[in-house]
Nanobody
Framework: QVTLVESGGGSVHAGGSLRLSCEYS?????MGWFRQAPGKEREGVAA???????RYANSVKGRFTIFRDTARNTLYLQMNSLKPEDTGMYSC?????????????????WGQGTQVTVFS
């Protein structure tokens, strides 16, 4: 079992930036960021795989960057050029395999989430 605690959410205007953090209790091979907007299903945003590779949803490519600081046991999501459609509750999750971002049901160890609101 891995404990995940997110932070860093907030409210920004469109075009702004935020950096989300997810502190984890121990190393796990794959970690990802997900978001859920009101009335919508949770969707995968970005994943960091233990072999060093990363994956991104098409909607955030070129704007978001996922990276880990293993010395601090922290996963980050740097979000630039934010859009109102990026608004949602952002959560991190983990897996010992490397499931696709689209297979939300295969991820576990969910954190409590941090809210991101982007105003137009």
């Amino acid at each position: 079992q891995v404990t995940l605690v997110e932070s860093g959410g907030g409210s920004v205007h469109a075009g702004g930036s935020l950096r989300l953090s997810c502190e984890y209790s121990k190393y796990i091979y794959t970690m990802g960021w997900f978001r859920q907007a009101p009335g919508k299903e949770r969707e995968g945003v970005a994943a960091s795989i233990g072999d060093g590779t990363t994956r991104y949803a098409n909607s955030v490519k070129g704007r978001f960057t996922i990276f880990r600081d293993t010395a601090r046991n922290t996963l980050y999501l740097q979000m630039n050029s934010l859009k109102p459609e990026d608004t949602g509750m952002y959560s991190c999750a983990a897996s010992w395999s490397s499931p696709p971002l689209t297979a939300v049901q295969l991820w576990g160890n969910w954190g409590q989430g941090t809210q991101v609101t982007v105003f137009s």
